[in-house]
């Protein structure tokens, strides 16, 4: 009996339809169709690529944003999924551009080897975890541009009215523009700006009341989730929540222990030069997880005995602030990996849906 054609699938995804195109393992295109954004459409576009043969992995653009859904109903039925990314300009300009010619780039790229990332599985606790983060990032942005557009009314308010304020603390100074009356008279410019205050105060107090809402919310999960990542010294709610994001789901995709430094931006970049021997540090990566490594050392550099007793060593020894901080990041972030890998290795599996 002959065996089945073996075949490799690529993705351009899109809000409403994702292109689709299938070649097989010589990289001979073999077809390409469009479907829709919808779940019947994902169950078409699996059921297609299958038409062709069998389905070796499917290399897809946008896996964290417009492919999500389809990435996560792909590995729900057994496809390996690799993330692709985007083409060069230069190659774009030497290929041309559309989306079935973008779809077989990125069945193209998986067969050459080009594109080899597996894409985070987004369909458990970490990906809850994510969503409360943004609501509570956008609730933080928000509040910080209340708070300052509070100060520049008062900055600019009638004389009577900036002298009472200016020098209050920013909890006394909401309290008391909440509690305020402005009066009635609005084309008084004092009344009006007091209004005006006032309404940015009950903002303010909205905004705080929502970030220590996610805040409580956010602690449950990630306490239920990896409560060995918060029993780290330096780690709180708000680094532990950014470095399982970062990791996401399926951490075990990250192999060796140094692709998540990498990932982290804390794995060292050599700066050699003649006869110096240097590394110094990297500025790509994932720049929040980055912040979150940046925290967690600058926390135990304050408050762990351990951390400072290193410092005073690495210090006496010649090295430089800024290779100490990188050393320590490079520390961190393995400790980090260490908890989050055993924490999801530990956990139940869950049989995929069909």
């Known amino acids: 009996m002959a065996q089945p054609i073996e075949v490799i699938g690529g993705i351009d995804t899109h809000t409403d339809f994702h292109q689709a195109a299938v070649i097989d393992t010589i990289g001979r295109h073999l077809a390409t169709e469009a479907f829709p954004t919808t779940p019947a459409g994902y169950r078409r576009l699996l059921e297609w690529l299958r038409s062709h043969g069998q389905v070796l992995v499917v290399g897809m653009e946008g896996t964290g944003s417009f492919g999500a859904e389809l990435a996560r109903y792909l590995h729900a039925n057994q496809v390996s999924v690799i993330e692709v990314d985007r083409p060069d300009r230069r190659a774009r300009r030497a290929a041309g551009k559309s989306d079935p010619v973008d779809a077989y780039a990125a069945a193209t790229a998986v067969f050459s ?4 990332g597996t ?9 809850a975890i994510r969503g409360l983060r943004v609501v509570r990032a956008s609730a933080v942005k928000a509040r910080t541009q209340t708070i300052n557009q509070i100060k520049s009314l008062i900055i600019t308010a009638p004389a009577a009215v900036r002298e009472a304020l200016r020098s209050l603390t920013t909890t006394e100074l909401i309290r008391r523009l909440a509690a305020s009356r402005p009066g009635a008279d609005l084309t008084d410019p004092a009344a009006a700006v007091k209004l005006a205050l006032k ?3 009950k903002r303010y107090r909205h905004l705080s009341e929502e970030i220590a809402d996610a805040d409580a919310d956010l602690h449950v999960l990630i306490a239920r989730t990896a409560p060995g990542l918060l029993a780290l010294p330096g780690v709180g709610t708000e680094t532990a929540g950014q470095l399982l994001v970062t990791a996401g789901d399926n951490p075990d995709r990250l192999v060796p222990e140094a692709s998540f430094a990498h990932l982290c931006a804390a794995a060292p970049v050599p700066a050699s030069s003649g006869r110096t021997d240097r590394h110094r540090l990297n500025r790509g990566g994932d720049r929040q997880a980055n912040r979150a490594l940046h925290t967690i050392v600058l926390v135990r550099m304050r408050h762990d005995r351990r951390t400072r007793d290193y410092v005073a060593r690495r210090t006496l020894k010649g090295l430089k602030t800024k290779d100490i901080f990188r050393c320590l990041k490079r520390f961190v972030a393995r400790e980090v ?3 989050v890998t055993s924490t999801f290795s ?3 599996s869950t049989s995929p849906a069909t």
């Open 113 to 116: 080897g080009r594109a080899k």
């Open 199 to 201: 309404r940015l105060a």
């Open 337 to 339: 990996y260490r908890h």
């Open 346 to 348: 530990s956990a139940p």
């Open 119 to 127: 894409p985070k599985h987004r369909d458990g606790s970490v990906e």
